[in-house]
């Protein structure tokens, strides 16, 4: 067995492709649309083959204002390879305004990462 993909909802699908697209270096699909359920999607690539889906549907609702955990799914982990490709990454998107959340730290249970988060609040750890 593998993940064949991982799906996240999104608010706005245009910008939160060309992000990915821009940030992590993705190769983004096709733009899906089934307009009987007012639903849409990107799959974005990356190199190894590993598939993301953006998906978005017009009856879609924000996150709550201010809530910070949510149940279901915590974060995405983006292994970079080393901790000197982590570290050029998290002071690549610092230069860059997006805020660094934790990090680049070791944790309790051994990982090298840090933690960024998309425009739209999902969380990515980069690791080794």
């Not at 953006?54 to 996150?63: A, G, I, K, P």
């Not at 070791?106 to 425009?119: H, K, Q």
Request: hydrophobic share 35%; aromatic share 12%; with cysteine.
């Amino acid at each position: 067995m593998k993940i064949e993909h991982i799906a996240i909802w999104v608010e706005n699908l245009e910008s939160m492709k060309n992000w990915y697209c821009h940030y992590l270096s993705l190769e983004a699909g096709e733009l899906y649309i089934n307009p009987k359920k007012g639903f849409s999607s990107y799959f974005l690539k990356f190199p190894n083959g590993a598939r993301l889906e953006l998906m978005n549907r017009q009856d879609l609702e924000s996150r709550a204002e201010g809530s910070k955990i949510y149940s279901g799914y915590a974060h995405i982990a983006i292994s970079l390879g080393s901790k000197e490709k982590v570290d050029e990454m998290t002071r690549f998107f610092k230069s860059e305004g997006i805020p660094i959340l934790d990090g680049p730290r070791t944790t309790g249970d051994g990982y090298y990462e840090s933690v960024i988060s998309d425009p739209e609040g999902n969380l990515l750890e980069l690791t080794v």
